[in-house]
């Protein structure tokens, strides 16, 4: 190996190391950068040359830069996000609705049902008894304004979900986007072999950010390029379409769109050719992220509840209107319906307008004289009649069975959010393991890599000496 070539060892040494230390000074710079994978320099011996017929090496060359990447975390940690998302989005509502069924307090619906046939238990004790009988009305007016807020909050909370619904399509439709413009950008970068490695992350890191928000999978291509669909869709074409359907492909998103008053959620392929109402086609459970759980809940999930309390209205409605409209008021006239007859929710219950004073409620059975009880006594009976799902409960018990159903489904929900995140918090521990930046490794590597700068300096400084020399020698 003559002087120049050894020069040219020293001087690629030179230029390696120093980019070592720039990839080591961009890991320590991204210590805590959401997503960044760390990075390492891949060295080999550059090519050998043969002199006087003994090959020798020719110095160190950089092979690539490598980004610590595992791509079956990377679906788990997509996987883990839908769930986590989905579980913490049901959990977060049936925490804000429970407290409108607790019946700790003694002024929730549970304890207005109970008042309102205590009522009319009391007033058989003085069936002619004015204060009795106002106390009817009063209690039955409360009854209602219960019912009213159950539904009323219930309603409510609906809205919220839908429209919930148009900053989460917005996002998702903004990070479709961004990631389409990632992947078009690897694409460009890498085509004239630079270093794509930041932008992969950041990519990655969105794909992460959308399975939070949305269940989706994704596809890594050889190019570089990440596609994401849905899968186990029927489409509507033409022609119709049953599998996948992709909103990113390439540098190419798709998108998700809202239509009606309460918003049905499309999603369109990246060609806007193919579409798929996001519904149980598309997802079971809480493979489909916070979206998913939005519409689970404005759809099925309050629905169902409202519908119980709709129900126990209706029948209390039905079974007290059928005994009063049967007995005697206080004058002697034949009873009218206690709540109107339009009371077939908890929305619209009420009491009937006709019943404009206490005589007017029918204590007495048809036909009786004035200070007749039995129809009071009936009505009062009611409370504890097995009256609801199919002669198994009593208005009372209907209720409780609600209450504790919708406690179960907080707690349940509760545990399960702590379990998701247990695992979630697990599989990121993992990930800064394998690919997380470790301080204390990159400022050995940086120490190292200095050292070895140093030394390929010092072999140009001693090669210099020895040209030096043999330039005296031929003065």
Known sequence: MGLNAAMEVGRNG???FQTAIEVTGENIANVNTPGYSRQRLILEAASSTTVNGFPLGSGIRIASVERNYDSLLQQQLVNAG???SYDTARSNVLQQIEPTFNEVSNDGLGAAISNYFGSWQDLTSNPAGSAERQAVLSRGQILVDNFHSVSTTLTNAIATE??????QTDGINAILTNIAQLNGQITSTELVNGNANEIRDQRDQLVRDLSAKMGVKFT???????????????AAGPP????????????KAGSLTLSGTSYSVTAHDVNGTVTAPVDANMYSSSDGGELWATLQLRDTIIPGYLSQVDQLATSIVGAVNAMHAGGTDLKGNAGLNFFAATSTSAAS???????TGSDQVAAAASGAAAGDNSNALQIARLQSAMTMTAGTAS???????LVSSIGLDVESSKNVVAQDNAFSKQLATLRESNSGVSLDEELTNLIKYQRSYQASAKLI???????DVVMGIIR
């Open 82 to 84: 839908t769930t986590l």
């Open 461 to 467: 400084t001693t090669v210099t000496e020895m040209m």
């Open 349 to 355: 219950i009420a009491i009937n307008q006709a019943l």
């Open 14 to 16: 030179l230029t390696v």
């Open 395 to 401: 208005f009372n018990n209907y209720y409780v069975r």
């Open 220 to 234: 890594e291509n050889s190019n570089g390029t990440t596609d994401v669909y849905v899968s186990g869709v029927t």
């Open 162 to 167: 839908n429209a919930a619904l148009v900053p």
């Open 240 to 251: 119709p379409v049953s599998g996948n359907i992709y909103l990113v492909q390439g540098s």
